[in-house]
């Protein structure tokens, strides 16, 4: 059984391998336009073909072992995945960084999550929160903490994918968190499609690595975002979530802070650019140099989550 799994990872490794190389050659037309408002830096990207995530969400899906938790994970996911096809290809189409409006998106993933939620309670799934000895039962609540987990988590996601490597690096410690989590909850299954899921993102991060080959795109960005918050939901580890999603989180905090600082100072910054790792940039920091920043970091994160357990 242990040999056959290993054959299905070797095996998606080199479909995933494969699918890139491909992707990159047939699809040139798929070039990201970047913000008119980003770092000037950021302008030599134009063109960098985008909406890589289809494969690091799709491909493992072949190798999965489907079950009633598995395929609601899944299921969101590609949810929140398709969504960000859509805004990928109006970014592509109108060739201006926009793409959906952000209160469309809101209200698309707010029927997202409430769909969830409905199922998710149907299942009779569980509705506490654990902190240390405390445990408190939200009932109905429940579905608010997973709409705001969705949403908040698919857009946190979405704004840390802002230079090569970042997002997919960080992704893949936090991964690694929930990957330690699966296994010492015994869920097997949920492990091998975390295990499944990484690899084919690990070799996403190879190409995506600066000089980046390829962009994952906001399908990439949301429904990795949507992946780990309903994973953690499934692994009964909220709370382990939003600490290890820290990093994530001041990203969004970061562009919170600029745009009220803003409002309120009549155009003053608080930061030189939003997201944070953008001020890192515009600071005159490398990517790779906040690449390794940010993965410090997370791993940080990932190692005082999991020591809280």
């Not at 492990?191 to 690595?209: E, K, P, R, T, Y």
Request: one cysteine or more; glycine letters at 8%; a positive charge.
């Amino acid at each position: 059984m242990i040999g056959f799994q290993l054959i299905k990872y070797l095996l998606l490794s080199l479909l995933s391998v494969f699918c890139y190389c491909v992707y990159v050659k047939a699809f040139k037309r798929l070039s990201q336009t970047e913000r008119a408002l980003g770092p000037e830096s950021h302008k030599k990207k134009n063109g960098t073909i985008t909406m890589g995530g289809i494969i690091f969400l799709v491909l493992p899906l072949f190798f999965v072992s489907y079950t009633k938790e598995t395929i609601m994970i899944i299921v969101t996911t590609l949810s929140f995945g398709i969504l960000g096809v859509i805004d990928d290809l109006l970014i592509v189409i109108l060739k201006k960084n926009d793409g959906l409006k952000a209160s469309i998106k809101l209200f698309i993933e707010i029927i997202i999550a409430g769909v969830v939620f409905f199922f998710y309670l149907k299942e009779a799934n569980n509705t506490t929160l654990e902190f240390f000895n405390l445990t408190i039962d939200l009932k109905w609540v429940y579905g608010l903490l997973i709409l705001w987990l969705l949403i908040s988590s698919g857009n946190a996601w979405n704004l840390m994918d802002g230079i090569d490597g970042l997002c997919s690096g960080c992704s893949l410690i936090f991964g690694i968190g929930l990957m330690l989590i699966a296994y010492k909850e015994g869920h097997f299954d949920i492990l091998n499609l975390l295990i499944l899921f990484h690899i084919s993102l690990f070799v996403f991060w190879c190409f995506n690595l600066p000089k980046a080959f390829l962009f994952m795109g906001d399908v990439g960005s949301l429904g990795l975002g949507a992946f780990y918050a309903i994973t953690s939901i499934y692994l009964n580890s909220v709370l382990i979530f939003i600490l290890m999603a820290g990093l994530f989180i001041f990203e969004t905090v970061s562009v919170i802070l600029q745009v009220s600082y803003f409002k309120k100072t009549n155009g003053k910054r608080l930061f030189k650019m939003a997201p944070f790792h953008h001020h890192l940039e515009a600071l005159g920091f490398k990517e790779l140099q906040i690449d390794l920043i940010f993965y410090g970091v997370q791993i940080a994160l990932v190692i005082i989550a999991l020591w809280l357990i």
